[in-house]
């Protein structure tokens, strides 16, 4: 047992733990909040399943133990946080709801205890660990999403195993730290060295603040590079890349030349916290659509964004190590100030309540028009979030960094080297799978007959509510449709796992595709997929008084013909307003016009629909239902079409991958 002990104390990495801890954290976050979106979108309402998010105040349980009891809470929280990322993904949707809020709450248990852990000991060498982790953490997380084409793929099927390994790896990490610590600690309360704080201590809140605003700023955008892209319809590869070196490039520089960082001045930091706010919001504002107020004004085109902003989002991110600075020297200052846990415990479940504020805000910049009273007010003002959460650092870092950063020779002493080959390793793979994944579109040569599709895949979840891109995936190769339509396939924000279902579509198809509204509007998101290249590409809106509505508009070219095609997804109920502001767009032929449009045949939008196109349902000589029993007469998703295509085939795919069946029909051409 003793050989055993010494030989787990041997490969004990401080760092290693904290970045596998961290990123489970980030995991496990994603799909908590995922699934609790999940679950309310099952029902469109609120409900006791909300009351979970009470995990996020784990952190008050500290205030029941001694002061001495960080051993046995270290163990059972960090041990936790790794149980409930190996188990999470295998679970029914309630189940994983449960684990996955629970393994959250054990890492914010688990980093308050940390910090009252290694408060006694070398405070700066501690916050350049914990600043590493995080950059190893996110660093990681941009490499599993990239492969995954916007989704983690260490929670894809059988690259599932990658987890496990991580979570090998930490448990045997956390026992090392566990072991290595043990006599240390003993002495450490001994000697009492630590100052007994008051309950509530406000420069500990403001720190801790600090500190979580930092996570949910890396959790809303940073740690899926795809969100960023998604924002502003920027070059996604670009965007990866420059923040996969970024990331890589400020470990390496830790590591290595830690000295550096010496030479910031107090100002410079707040200075760099500023302009980063700044170009942040900006990049934000200047994509934010104000709709007009009159209904005349609409169907409302975006206005063309030009360079500049594309500009101030590459400084943003440019600007972004900030962050990872802020980190390290707010760590420092909390080690500092050496909080009791009862202190700690009670200034993270205080910032825990801004976290989850900033959740809240977040998800209603979408579902404004489903929450009561307060929901409107943040009707386009997806911006605003990202600036208090920006201004939040700022100010904690303003306050409580006052003085030059001091580092000692030997910061970080335990294999540089091998870490910055580790940064290297990540960061070509990075670059690596951003190629390996991209689609390569192969043009088929002119065809006799158009398959067309049209897809609401509900959010990437099936009718269950659990993530199911995989499955929808299967279905839509099995189709192989030479153009898709999608609609509620706006995943590339919290609410979705900051995945991307238009992306990972694309990129497993080999599809040309175009997102359609920017992830800022605050719609449906709507998308395009087409073995034929897309040209002159643009979206409308339609005239709302709740939820905002789109429309694409765009050209596929076959042979010497050209396809206008229109992918919508309209309100609830199919307002009749929103559907004519459809029709006044449409050119005068050659047009194929699908979605969701929630209104019935026979209703009045969908007569005033079929006096000017065809419903292609009833146009086919084979038109029938595969799958579960559907009603054809009660069907929202549509496909019309102009005068004089003679369509071959209707067909209703009805299954639980999603809670809308697929609808594909072949017209000859």
């Known amino acids: ?14 760092l290693i733990l904290l970045s596998i801890l961290m990123l489970f954290f980030l995991q496990l976050v994603v799909d908590f909040i995922e699934t609790i979106y999940a679950i309310e979108l099952l029902s469109l309402s609120l409900d006791e399943n909300v009351l979970f998010v009470l995990f996020l105040f784990s952190p ?73 982790g995080l950059v190893l953490a996110v660093a990681f997380s941009v490499l599993f999403r990239t492969l995954g084409s916007g989704s983690d793929l260490s929670t894809l099927g059988g690259f599932q195993i990658i987890g496990w390994i991580f979570a090998l790896i930490g448990l045997v990490m956390l026992l090392g730290f566990l072991l290595t610590m043990k006599e240390v600690i003993i002495q450490s309360y001994e000697q009492e060295t630590h100052q007994n704080t008051p309950l509530f201590h406000t420069k500990t ?131 500092n100030i050496k909080p009791s846990l009862k202190t700690l415990s ?106 067309i599709a049209t897809y609401n895949i509900q959010q990437g979840t099936s009718e269950q509510g659990i993530k199911n891109l995989e499955g929808q995936l299967a279905l839509l190769n099995e189709i192989d449709a030479d153009i898709i339509g999608l609609q509620e396939s ?17 990129d497993r198809l080999n599809l040309f595709s175009y997102y359609g509204p920017k992830t800022v509007a605050g719609t449906f998101g709507i998308a395009l997929l087409s073995k034929f290249p897309i040209q002159n590409l643009r979206t409308f809106y339609m005239y709302s008084q709740g939820e905002q509505t789109a429309t694409i508009e765009a050209e596929v070219k076959i042979g010497a013909r050209i396809f206008t095609i229109y992918v919508t997804h309209l309100g609830n109920g199919g307002p009749l ?32 629909t079929i006096s000017v196109l065809n419903d292609s349902w009833f146009l086919s000589s084979s038109a029938i239902v595969v799958g579960n029993d559907f009603d054809v007469s009660e069907r929202i998703d549509h496909i019309f079409v102009s005068s004089g295509y003679n369509i071959l085939t209707s067909q209703f795919i009805v299954s639980n991958d999603s809670d809308h069946p697929l609808y594909w029909v072949s017209m000859e051409i």
């Open 346 to 451: 009670m200034a993270f479940t205080s910032s825990s309540i801004f976290f989850l504020l900033m959740l809240f805000a977040h998800i209603f910049t979408t579902t404004y028009d489903y929450i009561p009273i307060i929901g409107p007010l943040f009707r386009d003002k997806f911006w605003i979030v990202y600036f208090i959460i920006g201004a939040v650092i700022a100010i904690t870092s303003f306050l409580l960094i006052k003085e030059r950063i001091y580092i000692k020779e030997k910061t970080i002493s335990r294999n540089p080297v091998f870490f910055s080959c580790l940064f290297i390793i990540i960061v070509l793979s990075t670059v690596s799978g951003i190629f390996i994944t991209s689609p390569r579109p192969i043009i088929p040569s002119i065809p006799t007959s158009l398959k």
């Open 577 to 608: 307003i929103q559907q004519q502001n459809i029709l006044e767009n449409l050119v005068d032929q050659n047009v194929i016009l699908m979605g969701d449009f929630n209104f019935e045949p026979y209703s009045e939008q969908y007569n005033l």
């Open 1 to 14: 047992m003793v050989t055993i002990s010494r030989f787990i104390s041997r490969l004990y990495s401080e």
């Open 205 to 335: 809140f403001l720190t801790s603040l600090g500190l979580i605003s930092i996570f949910n700023m890396i959790y809303f955008s940073i740690s899926s590079p795809t969100v960023i892209a998604r924002w502003t319809e920027s070059n996604y590869g670009l965007i990866t890349i420059l923040i996969a070196v970024l990331l890589s490039g400020f470990g390496i520089l830790i590591l290595l030349k830690t000295q550096l960082l010496a030479q910031l001045q107090p100002w410079m930091i707040w200075v760099w916290n500023a302009l980063f706010i700044v170009v942040m919001s900006y990049s934000l504002i200047v994509h934010q659509l104000l709709y007009p107020r009159s209904l005349e004004s609409f169907p409302f085109y975006a206005p063309d964004v030009f360079i500049v902003p594309y500009i101030t989002l590459l400084f943003m991110l440019l600007l972004s190590p900030i962050l990872l600075i802020d980190f390290i020297l707010l760590s420092r200052t909390l080690l």
């Open 60 to 132: 008050i349980l500290l205030i029941l133990f001694r002061d001495t009891a960080n051993k046995m809470i270290l163990m059972l929280s960090g041990g936790g946080v790794i149980i409930m990322r190996i188990f999470e993904p295998f679970l029914t949707l309630h189940l994983k709801l449960i684990v996955s809020g629970l393994g959250v709450g054990c890492f914010l248990i688990f980093l308050p205890v940390y910090f009252r852990f290694k408060q006694d000991f070398e405070e700066e060498s501690t916050s350049f660990s914990l600043g590493l």
């Open 490 to 506: 706006d995943i590339a924000r919290i609410s979705g796992g900051n995945a991307d279902a238009v992306r990972f579509f694309a």
